[in-house]
């Protein structure tokens, strides 16, 4: 009987290692327009990695540790990036995508200049996840809904995304050129249906925001949702691991 035990116990161990060498651990890094946000049953906002459980297999745990208006140096000066550093393993990978608080010029505590701060900051995120056995992931910021008069979408982000591709090629790590991904997201779309992905609602129209919402930054369900799609879709083109833990993606 004692023997019995011991297999049973030895069988539940072996298992659970296994399992757990096949688990995958994601952490993302980044401001609002990744974060989760509160009250999801009332607020039709959504940060595009707040989707990313839609995509992944049960092998994945997805921790986002995005948070509303975070550039690089906010996030690591208030030590979220030493406490995402402090629990990351061997396999993990850390998603990064900042930049559009970093070019907030008037604030002392997170406007970074792109070709020194940003730069260095991104490369810190890099090399201490690499040191940790872990792969991290570049993402370029996504766009504005920015059209001038003649239905030009216009970028706003100036150098910080070049940079990020800088340190992405740099580091022979993965860069997913999101900008470019929601551009075309966002022309295709066009002027008017593209207000669709972002927050546009009239006064009165949901309880959340009474006075109405014009955000041309922030992603509804609906933006949120095809963004995680389309940077899902460039990790399945990627040789790495994570690239088979995501479920079959419907055009």
């Given at each position: 009987m004692k023997n019995k035990y011991i297999l049973i116990v030895s069988w539940v161990f072996l298992v659970a290692n296994f399992a757990s060498?096949?688990?995958?651990?994601?952490y993302t890094i980044g401001d609002s327009t990744m974060a989760n946000k509160q009250n999801p049953?009332?607020?039709?906002?959504?940060?595009?990695?707040?989707?990313l459980p839609i995509f992944f297999n049960e092998d994945v745990v997805i921790y986002n540790r995005a948070v509303n208006g975070r550039s690089t140096r906010s996030f690591i000066n208030e030590k979220r990036w030493e406490a995402v550093y402090n629990v990351l393993k061997d396999g993990d990978y850390v998603f990064i995508q900042f930049g559009h608080n970093d070019q907030k010029e008037n604030d002392s505590k997170r406007y970074t200049n792109p070709h020194?701060?940003?730069?260095?900051?991104?490369?810190?995120?890099?090399?201490?996840?690499?040191?940790?056995?872990?792969?991290?992931?570049?993402?370029?910021?996504?766009?504005?809904?920015?059209?001038?008069?003649?239905?030009?979408?216009?970028?706003?982000?100036?150098?910080?995304?070049?940079?990020?591709r800088l340190v992405a090629k740099e580091f022979n790590i993965p860069f997913i050129d999101l900008q470019y991904l929601s551009e075309q997201l966002e022309e295709s779309n066009g002027i008017e249906k593209s207000k669709e992905l972002h927050l546009h609602l009239k006064a009165g129209e949901i309880l959340y925001y009474p006075e109405g919402k014009e955000d041309n930054t922030h992603l509804s369900i609906k933006g949120a949702t095809e963004i995680a799609k389309m940077a899902m879709m460039q990790i399945q083109q990627l040789d790495i691991p994570l690239a088979k833990k995501i479920r079959q993606i419907k055009d």
């Amino acid at each position: 009987m004692k023997n019995k035990y011991i297999l049973i116990v030895s069988w539940v161990f072996l298992v659970a290692n296994f399992a757990s060498a096949q688990q995958i651990t994601i952490y993302t890094i980044g401001d609002s327009t990744m974060a989760n946000k509160q009250n999801p049953e009332e607020n039709p906002e959504r940060g595009w990695a707040q989707m990313l459980p839609i995509f992944f297999n049960e092998d994945v745990v997805i921790y986002n540790r995005a948070v509303n208006g975070r550039s690089t140096r906010s996030f690591i000066n208030e030590k979220r990036w030493e406490a995402v550093y402090n629990v990351l393993k061997d396999g993990d990978y850390v998603f990064i995508q900042f930049g559009h608080n970093d070019q907030k010029e008037n604030d002392s505590k997170r406007y970074t200049n792109p070709h020194t701060a940003y730069r260095n900051n991104l490369i810190l995120f890099v090399k201490e996840t690499l040191q940790k056995g872990a792969t991290p992931i570049i993402f370029s910021s996504i766009v504005r809904r920015n059209f001038n008069e003649k239905g030009t979408l216009i970028d706003t982000h100036g150098e910080y995304p070049m940079e990020a591709r800088l340190v992405a090629k740099e580091f022979n790590i993965p860069f997913i050129d999101l900008q470019y991904l929601s551009e075309q997201l966002e022309e295709s779309n066009g002027i008017e249906k593209s207000k669709e992905l972002h927050l546009h609602l009239k006064a009165g129209e949901i309880l959340y925001y009474p006075e109405g919402k014009e955000d041309n930054t922030h992603l509804s369900i609906k933006g949120a949702t095809e963004i995680a799609k389309m940077a899902m879709m460039q990790i399945q083109q990627l040789d790495i691991p994570l690239a088979k833990k995501i479920r079959q993606i419907k055009d």
